[in-house]
């Protein structure tokens, strides 16, 4: 799988928008891009994926540059209980199942 | 309400003892995962399978075990040739579709007395 890096720790107030970036430069045309997040001494929770176009859902929305070489993880209005490792992930098409996660991004919210 | 459970939450296991964990899940799906993840690390692939009767090792295999005689249940046993055991274990199962994600127990902290 195609690797990804991520900003090891971001910090943000709370009620306001929160972008999440993640680098995927070697992201290949049948790999989505898939974001996990983990609250503390649980497993990971699935927040959003998509492929080339835009995507929202009730958790957040997923930009993707036009070259698919970049993405961003938005969370419109943080709360304290959005403090979590946000994970980046390509997962191709086709293969195995397998995610693989690397060290993500450690998300302080600020009361 | 489905989802994945993974017991004990908490586990102590003596030196050159094998400690099996338990994950259920009752989504009806039929791949299921166990992955390894140490502090401050993400998640590693230890085994997976994809249907009942078959399962695949993952990127650290060694010293672990597992079977899937159910398609709800999928233990893995960790054995004494596992020489540092001492890790968040976590489970995960997901349904039919490239689409679809994984979901996740909420894992079982292994510790060596």
């Known amino acids: 799988d195609a690797k990804t890096t991520q900003p090891n720790s971001m910090e943000s107030n709370e009620e306001e928008p929160v972008h999440l970036p993640c680098n995927h430069s070697?992201?290949?045309?049948?790999?989505?891009i898939h974001w996990y997040r983990q609250l503390p001494s649980q497993g990971p929770e699935y927040v959003i994926h998509g492929l080339t176009s835009n995507v929202n859902n009730r958790m957040a929305s997923l930009a993707i540059a036009e070259d698919r070489k970049s993405s961003t993880l938005i969370l419109h209005r943080a709360t304290l209980r959005d403090a979590a490792v946000y994970y980046c992930?390509?997962?191709?098409?086709?293969?195995?199942?397998?995610?693989?996660f690397g060290t993500g991004t450690r998300l302080t919210i600020i009361p | 309400d489905g989802g994945i459970t993974q017991s004990p939450k908490y586990l102590f296991r003596k030196e050159g003892q094998n400690v099996t964990l338990s994950c259920e899940q009752n989504?009806?799906?039929?791949?299921m995962y166990w992955y390894r993840q140490d502090p401050g690390q993400g998640l590693r692939l230890i085994y997976y399978s994809q249907i009942v009767n078959d399962f695949q090792k993952g990127d650290i295999a060694e010293g672990y075990s597992v079977s899937r005689e159910k398609k709800e249940s999928f233990p893995l046993t960790v054995t004494s040739a596992q020489k540092n055991p001492t890790a968040f274990y976590l489970c995960?199962?997901?349904?039919?579709?490239?689409?679809?994600?994984?979901?996740f127990g909420d894992g079982t902290r292994l510790s060596i007395l």
């Open positions: 992930i390509l997962k191709a098409i086709f293969g195995n199942e397998k995610l693989t």
């Open positions: 989504l009806n799906h039929d791949a």
């Open positions: 070697t992201i290949s045309g049948t790999d989505y």
């Open positions: 995960a199962s997901k349904g039919q579709g490239v689409r679809q994600p994984q979901h």
